[in-house]
């Protein structure tokens, strides 16, 4: 029986490349539900940002770990990633 409690988590910091929309397609594709969410850091430790998806809504509620919402200059919508179809320079800042 597969599980649907579990949950993608991928760290997306960077100054240079956005994989929000990227993964933003995967978890449309796989109806999943998602969200980008950042850990503190402390000391010389730096802020990370995360992207999180899960099958299971309540599996995203990690106290903490709140939701945020994130603006760029240039926003992208969602993309689906495929061996056909993939496109890095329009996730470039």
């Known amino acids: 029986m597969e599980s649907e409690k579990g949950i993608i988590a991928v760290h997306v910091t960077s100054r240079h490349v956005n994989l929000v929309p990227v ?19 402390e000391g010389v430790i730096f802020d990370s940002l995360w992207f999180l998806m899960s099958k299971s809504p309540d599996s995203l509620n990690i106290p903490g770990l709140e939701p945020i919402s994130i603006q760029y200059v240039h926003e992208v919508g969602p993309r689906l990633w495929t061996d056909d179809r993939s496109d890095v320079f329009r996730l470039i800042y």
Request: glycine residues 10%; positive net charge; proline residues 0%.
């Open 23 to 41: 993964l933003l397609g995967a978890a449309q594709h796989f109806h999943a539900k998602s969200q980008v969410t950042l850990s503190h850091g």
